[in-house]
């Protein structure tokens, strides 16, 4: 990934820590996220929404909580709504060190997080790694 784009996501997912090793992120010119790729303009829809909203990422829509468009609608992958939270609460930078330190003890990211029971959950277990 560039050093100029973020490396957080959009939708809240972590950039440096993604399984698509080759993926330039959400934010380059030529983004090429495995959920993008499953519409056919190849546009996630958590970018669309965002960019039309001019905000950062989910992260800053008064909307979060309950929202279920694009990524959130994914019942199976509850992390990047759980991601997003964290980061309203906590910030960029506290996700990115205890994302970084549940890694480095061993936390399988993102299964392990998906595989908790519920949101609440998953931001405990990034808590616990601040």
Do not use: W
């Amino acid at each position: 990934m560039s050093p100029h784009i973020p490396a957080i996501a959009y939708c809240g997912h972590h950039c440096q820590f993604c399984f698509f090793k080759d993926c330039t992120g959400c934010r380059s010119e030529n983004p090429t996220c495995s959920f993008a790729n499953l519409f056919e303009d190849r546009q996630c829809p958590n970018v669309v929404c965002c960019r039309q909203k001019g905000i950062d990422g989910c992260y800053e829509c008064a909307d979060l909580a309950k929202c279920t468009h694009g990524f959130y609608g994914r019942k199976e992958e509850p992390v990047a709504k759980a991601t997003a939270l964290f980061i309203r609460k906590h910030g960029k930078d506290k996700y990115h060190r205890a994302l970084s330190n549940s890694i480095r003890d061993g936390v399988d990211y993102p299964q392990r997080f998906n595989k908790l029971d519920s949101i609440p959950a998953m931001i405990a277990l990034l808590e616990a790694h601040l």
